[in-house]
């Protein structure tokens, strides 16, 4: 996870608009897969490209701000992984 961190702080720090997405969508994987929810992922798989959809509309839109870069690198860090 802290890996993904790293690649999403990168592409952010960059304005790679093209990575993000794909990061970002890995990063909630990562996250639900460390968690060990098999709800929690049942539940995400349906709606994980809708969220990959909205997250790349954002950026198209220039969008994502720092708050939300900074959570997740809150949340890797926290995560410990």
Same mark, same amino acid.
């Given at each position: ?5 790293? *690649? ?8 790679? *608009?093209?990575?993000? &997405?794909?990061l970002?969508h890995r ?8 968690s *060990? ?5 049942? @539940?995400?798989? &349906? ?16 969008? @994502? ?5 900074? *959570? ?10």
């Amino acid at each position: 996870m802290q890996n993904i961190s790293d *690649e999403i702080d990168y592409a952010f720090r960059a304005d790679n *608009e093209d990575n993000y &997405p794909g990061l970002d969508h890995r990063f909630h994987q990562s996250f639900i897969s460390f968690s *060990e929810n098999r709800l929690l992922g049942s @539940v995400y798989d &349906p709606i994980s490209l809708k969220l990959r959809a909205l997250a790349k509309n954002n950026l198209v839109k220039k969008m @994502v701000h720092e708050v939300s870069h900074s *959570e997740h690198l809150q949340i890797a860090q926290s995560v410990g992984r």
